[in-house]
């Protein structure tokens, strides 16, 4: 025991492209090692056609041996959606509260994983051991249910990882985060304190979920129609109120979408979502209620072109659609980079004839991050030796950073990582102890990893400039063109109206050969070459693009049938 | 004239990308036609690779005998980076007060366009005559100086026209919008006002660009290095709270980004800035000066990755880099769309070690456009028969349309546009007139009109999934494959790792070419279309993309030489 007092903490951060540990995080001690979550995220607007993004697991890979066990803090996609791509590639048991663990069960079912042996349920306050280390949750509030953070017991100190979390004084749930674990904590000395820097430049504290109940009760209520809510389909105590409130009005809930419905089936079985008697009809049933008795809980929220509420919004849903005298209740602000999606959803609601409650001061979202009041509440609260703010943009972390140093942390205590850094925490210091392997790994349709750099960078020109291809067919023994240049093109030009230019490209790429002589027919590089700067510069001189180019060559020759390119 | 008074008024919305009326209308009176405004849009991300949108100019052309005059209210963009487009298609002269002209001659000399005859300069309150209507320009305040609207006396009644405005009360230049003018409208009966619905969903007043000034103040007194300002480079008045603010503070002021400094030079010639004797100094003797003697005003406040601030956070730019101890004052909001890429440049100034202040309640940007209760005002004030919300998206046009109701504008004389739209006025009653052309014309480079939707979905496909050509050459003769087939692809998958994939798809292509028989072999359409569907399949089951397939067939005979595609 002595020994492993002497050996180092290791933390690396891993997964969440751009906010960092948010998706992965490893902590090593000896020969064991503990993951916390294992999310994906969304791609960029540069990744083209990639569907999701996973963190790396390549250091995981590499010490197989000594995974002892992941944990996930909660149910959100990104702390749980890369478990099914993880458990492909390496064996280790997963530990998470109910909701997280039923959300994922779902999730492992769909893709054919089954949960390794040990895995197994905690509750929130719940300790538990993973190897050489005493783990214990606690309870934090968060927008979905069943939230927790961390409190690591390694040999070499305490760490408490906050999880994504905020201070609901009054949370839905009655389940008011664990203060007082916090401050025991401190009372045994915590070595480091890991916390959530999402919100680190909101000033005050995030309103509690509660706040939107009251919106949605006022709007239930008075409301002379029917009211379509749409919310993250997995923020049950939104949807739990949407339930309660959608009863005390008269109106029966009919939900719509198949995240949704996901939500409430596995919420409802689990116990956290309480269902009042009655409540809940099938949307055809709801389309006979009288308006004033009806509410629409639906996905969409960020505008999303597939979700229910878009296609409502367009006419072009089956079972229900938007109408005149609807409210359409909008209980979520747009992630970064949906702005202009929610927008034109909102518009086309409004050309329906709805009204549509969307700004954030009427008060149907608040966060589910905590504000910088209740960041310098978790930190007076732990009392840490060492801060590493996580789960935020380099900005957020910064800002964090600078609250715990106002807090009276030493600024040599103050860790500001980024995802692919390994800190080392001994008693008395921390140090930046190298790096691993953090890229992203794109996912395209089935393929994992094999949409990177280069097909990202084609992609791109493609979107941008289209794509021409040129080809041509060359005799070999006569070593001269037989057939071609022709050339066709995708998202270049309009292709009917642009026969002329083609013509004249092809002449180009005749000139070309030309000048390159017969004798140097043979040289396919250089046949290339002249190809792509005789026609590239024509094109760009004409349209100002530069388009994709690809020449291709063709050979025939006495005995056919040979091809090369 | 009683014959004129019969006519009516109509008014067509035209140009904005979806904000109505925002890049051009167009008044007409029988055989006159008066154009407000002609302005570009940057694209949305799915109009991918267009540089700019331009309003569709098909109306105007259909009625080049009618148009009389073409009045600009301001210099932004958004309303006047149209007109040497227009002028290329159209002789029409151009009224601008001051500064709106002087940055408009700029880039019309830029184009090699030449101003009209007729064309001249207007001062705000200026009356003059455009054919049958009598315009007098009012002052209004907005994020750029010398702006405008127009109250337009037609043979129908009297039209007032806010443009882009705001009522700011302690405007920078000291120039209050003339609210005495509006009332004395009022007093003469306005039949119509249109009225700017940007901000038409924020509750309150939007406050004074002097609150920027307090808060530069605060920041140029106060910080411990230099000061980087970044904002809009049309914003005239912002940049003179900079000059003064900056002097105030003992700093020296460089200007770095080609906008900018086109902006400081443009205004400070025409007398729209007044520069402080001595306070600006080139870049390179900034680098010279003591830190705490310096303001850097750049350009790249919506993150644009080319922008002077955005390549000085990433030490790239030649003149000037971004330090640990710079102050780094974002003066702006995110244009919706660009929201990721401004996060990206905060992030890296905070990489560098700078302080970054770009938090709305710091108080470094307000809106150039009216909230609420301005918009209440501005009806109240003009008191008009008729209203129509424009320069907004439908959701605030809805919001604004609702203000006006509550005013007491009876709900059949408050008309909801869109752009195509044509509303017909008489003195007793406003109705929809029909539609005219407004399309969004691309410009992608040199290029205008000719990337239309065929192009762009083209183009989307192939920014995510890729192209794939598959190509063989036939024997007209033989009816024989004789070359190929052979595979080349882009943005599908990396090729040096898919050359397995790319074997097998060939494979797939023999077969079905096998199985089509050689007697088909000549039925070019049922080859590709069994090249395309054996492929297709197959790169969809092993990869679940569907790359834009293009299948290539060229034939040689005894002839050579001809082909066919």
Redesign the interface.
């Known amino acids: 025991m002595s020994k492993r007092k002497d050996q180092a903490l290791t933390v690396a951060f891993i997964g969440g492209l ?1 906010e960092v540990g948010k998706n992965m995080m490893v902590f090593g001690h000896g020969d064991d090692m503990l993951i916390v979550d294992a999310g994906l995220t969304f791609p ?2 540069e990744d ?2 990639v569907d999701v993004v996973l963190p790396d697991f390549s250091y995981l890979v590499e010490h197989r041996d000594k995974l002892r066990g992941l944990v996930i803090t909660h149910g959100h996609e990104d702390h749980l959606g890369a478990v099914p791509y993880l458990l492909k590639e390496v064996e280790v048991p997963v530990y998470a509260t109910g909701l997280a663990l039923g959300l994922l069960e779902d999730k492992l079912q769909e893709q054919g994983v089954r949960l390794p042996a040990g895995s197994r349920r905690v509750s929130p306050g719940e300790k538990f051991t993973v190897a050489c280390f005493a783990v214990e949750t606690f309870r934090v509030n968060h927008s979905i249910a069943d939230c927790v953070g961390l409190a690591i017991d390694s040999p070499t100190g305490l760490v408490v990882h906050t999880g994504d979390f905020k201070f609901d004084q009054t949370p839905v749930d009655g389940k008011v985060s664990d203060l007082h674990r916090l401050a025991e904590y401190a009372q045994r000395g915590v070595l480091v304190l890991l916390s959530d820097s999402t919100n680190a ?1 909101r ?1 005050g504290f995030t309103p509690s979920e509660k706040q939107v109940g009251k919106a949605l009760d006022e709007i239930f209520r008075t409301a002379s129609g029917r009211v379509l809510v749409t919310t993250f389909a997995s923020n049950v105590h939104r949807i739990q109120q949407v339930l309660w409130f959608a009863r005390k009005a008269g109106r029966r809930v009919a939900v719509v979408g198949r995240s949704m419905e996901r939500t409430v089936e596995v919420a409802s079985r689990l116990g956290y979502l309480e269902v009042p008697e009655g409540v809940l009809v099938e949307v055809e049933e709801a389309n006979r209620l009288r308006d004033t008795g009806v509410v629409l809980l639906t996905t969409g929220s960020q505008g999303e072109p597939l979700s229910a509420l878009a296609r409502m919004a367009n006419g072009e849903y089956r079972r229900a659609e938007v109408r005149q005298g609807d409210t359409v209740v909008i209980a979520a602000t747009p992630v ?2 949906n ?2 999606l929610v ?1 034109r959803t ?3 609601l ?2 329906r004839g709805a009204e ?1 409650v ?2 954030a ?1 009427r008060g149907v979202h608040v966060s589910g991050h905590a504000s910088r009041e209740e960041l310098k509440l978790m930190i007076n609260l732990v009392k840490p030796r060492f801060f590493v703010p996580i789960h935020g ?3 957020h972390l ?1 800002r964090h950073a600078e609250l715990a140093r106002e807090l009276g942390i030493p600024d040599r205590n103050v860790a500001v990582a980024e995802n692919g850094v390994v800190l080392e925490f001994t008693p008395d210091r921390v140090r930046d102890a190298g790096r691993v392997p953090a890229e992203n790994v794109m996912v ?4 994992i990893g ?3 750099s ?3 960078r ?10 021409v ?1 040129v ?3 060359l ?1 070999r023994t006569s070593q ?5 240049p ?1 050339i ?1 093109s ?5 292709v009917r ?2 026969e002329g230019l083609m013509n004249e490209g092809r002449q180009k790429v005749e000139e070309a050969l030309r000048r390159l002589g017969p004798q140097r027919l043979g040289d396919w590089p250089a046949v290339k070459a002249a190809v792509r700067d005789a026609l590239g510069r024509f094109l ?1 001189e ?4 530069r388009p ?1 180019l ?1 020449p ?1 060559i ?3 020759g006495e005995e ?6």
Not at 480 to 484: L, N, P
Not at 490 to 494: K, S
Request: proline share 2%; charged share 30%.
């Open positions: 751009g960029r607007d083209l056609g430049d000033p970064p980079g702005e202009r927008a909102i518009d086309q409004f050309r549509v969307y700004e001061h943009h380099y900005r910064v395209d349709g089935l393929g094999d949409v990177g280069v097909v990202l084609d992609r791109l020109q493609l979107a941008q400039e289209g794509v291809v080809f041509l067919v005799d001269k063109v037989v057939a071609g022709d066709v995708r998202g270049f030009v309009y109206e642009a760009h004409r349209t100002g693009r994709v690809l291709l063709l050979e025939v056919r049938g040979i091809v090369a390119q």
